[in-house]
């Protein structure tokens, strides 16, 4: 039996690889927590079979393929789906973050209009990241492949529609709904809640820890950062989304944050040696207004311009969605 398995990260490709119980491996890299989301027609293009007039410059999932005869398959442009038809078993291992579980109601959501390819589909839900095991420790998983059924299609549709929707209400509707077939889909509809600009300061749930770890004397940027055996266990965003948020804390009209001694967070930034290591060695403080907003005596919003993304939903300062954590509700502009 030839199988395949579709991954929601980069770092998962290797160790499922030298596990060695696939014929095949792609990552999917897209991400969708933060910036404006890919249109429907760029996403379709993204999995679709790649014509003549796309060419080779437009973003494809053939770029990432790693596995079965990838040569052939860029050869003849091969749509998702249509790759997923050369084996007889395809499993989706996903990692347990929000951005992966976005990833799992995209694909399945793309996958049901495939019938053929249902019935070979199954789901391997993790629990932590995959590329931070062993990959003897992934042998054996496989046998936890739980079938893709037409409740599973179902609910990630409606979770893929809701978020995104040009406001967050369809998503938070969402935690009236029994979502346990996928079982962390709860939990990431939560998570992204919180990252909603919070009804006291201002502020989404990673930027407010990022606040209380410079308080607690974590004073260098990348002490902000996630990873592992780190203090900040939100995991939301990656590496260069965090720079941005604390950009976004430091860099304003109004700071949170002061003694980001460089910037901004960019590549050229870090290729440069001296500036980045001037970056390193800053050593971050709250400002006046960082302590109040950290206290929520004081909203972030009412000093700066707020202009971002949250799904389908463009946050401004005149149109501010927020969250409101300790009732649990979603308050509107």
Not at 18 to 45: H, K, Q, Y
Request: proline content about 6%; overall charge negative.
């Amino acid at each position: 039996m030839k199988r395949l398995i579709l991954t929601s990260s980069d770092s998962a490709v290797g160790v499922l690889k030298r596990a060695g119980f696939a014929d095949g491996v792609i990552p999917f890299g897209v991400r969708f927590v933060c910036g404006p989301l890919l249109s429907t027609t760029e996403l379709e293009t993204l999995l679709s079979a790649r014509s003549v007039r796309q060419g080779a410059s437009a973003p494809h999932w053939l770029d990432s393929l790693a596995g079965t005869h990838p040569e052939s398959a860029r050869a003849h442009g091969l749509g998702l789906a249509e790759f997923c038809e050369r084996f007889d078993a395809v499993e989706l291992w996903i990692d347990p973050e929000p951005n992966s579980q976005l990833q799992l109601i995209w694909l399945l959501d793309h996958l049901r209009r495939h019938s053929n390819i249902i019935s070979r589909l199954a789901l391997v839900q993790m629990d932590t990241a995959i590329g931070n095991h062993l990959p003897s420790e992934l042998v054996g998983l496989e046998r936890r492949a739980i079938p893709i059924r037409n409740d599973h299609l179902e609910i990630a549709s409606t979770a893929w529609a809701a978020y995104r929707a040009p406001t967050p209400a369809v998503w938070f509707d969402l935690l009236e709904h029994n979502l346990s077939v996928l079982p962390r889909l709860q939990g990431t509809v939560v998570t992204l809640l919180e990252e909603l600009p919070n009804r006291g300061s201002g502020l989404g749930a990673t930027e407010m820890r990022m606040l209380e770890l410079i308080s607690a004397g974590h004073v260098h940027p990348h002490d902000l950062f996630p990873g592992h055996e780190k203090p900040n266990e939100r995991r939301t965003f990656v590496y260069w989304e965090i720079g941005a948020l604390l950009d976004g804390l430091a860099r304003c009209p109004s700071p949170a944050v002061s003694g980001l001694d460089e910037g901004p967070f960019t590549i050229e930034m870090h290729e440069q040696a001296d500036r980045h290591a001037r970056y390193k060695q800053s050593r971050l403080s709250l400002t006046e207004l960082g302590k109040a907003v950290l206290a929520q005596a004081d909203d972030f919003t009412r000093h700066n311009p707020i202009h971002r993304w949250w799904g389908g939903t463009e946050l401004t300062n005149d149109r501010l969605w927020r969250w409101d954590s300790l009732n649990r509700a979603l308050v509107a502009p």
